[in-house]
């Protein structure tokens, strides 16, 4: 496992949910919410500055069946736009199933959705995280595939 403090992001159209790991790679937990539009890229870049990161993972939304979606496309774009900031990788990470998932978790604990939209956002992107975190401790490879422009993910 590689060490360094990585950055999970789940793009929705609205907010932005932002986690982090630890040092060892081996925990997620939630950073904040970032609203979705003017300035959201600068503070990414802030976020991912400031806890000095050495990888950026964007959560991937395809469909269920696999294909790409409009969100699939937004979600790449915004990746490699991220990475045109930043020096260093951006990984995209199938993400198919985390805002259900963290939807789930949320009502778990006894919180509406309405109440907790941007802690939401948040849960997705530590399952994101976590995840791409699972897979690299358990295949010693890194998780999903680099958001480089001349590449198609």
């Known amino acids: 496992m590689r060490s360094g403090v990585r950055l999970g992001i789940d793009v929705g159209t609205v907010r932005i949910g932002v986690a982090r790991s630890d040092l060892h790679g081996m925990l997620a937990t939630p950073v904040e919410t970032v609203p979705r539009g003017s300035g959201d890229l600068a503070r990414l870049v802030a976020i991912a500055a400031e806890l000095d990161v050495t990888e950026i993972i964007v959560g991937l939304p395809l469909a269920l069946s696999g294909r790409r979606t409009a969100s699939t496309e937004d979600a790449v774009d ?5 990475d045109s900031l930043v020096e260093v990788p951006v990984r995209l990470v199938d993400e198919r199933l985390s805002t259900v998932s963290a939807q789930a978790a949320v009502r778990t604990s006894g919180k509406s959705s ?30 999903g595939v680099v958001a480089t422009p001349d590449e198609r993910p």
């Open 78 to 82: 915004f990746a490699r736009r991220l």
């Open 114 to 143: 309405k109440q907790t939209r941007s802690v939401i956002d948040q849960v997705a992107a530590v399952i994101i995280l976590q995840h791409a975190l699972d897979f690299e401790r358990s295949s010693a490879q890194p998780p």
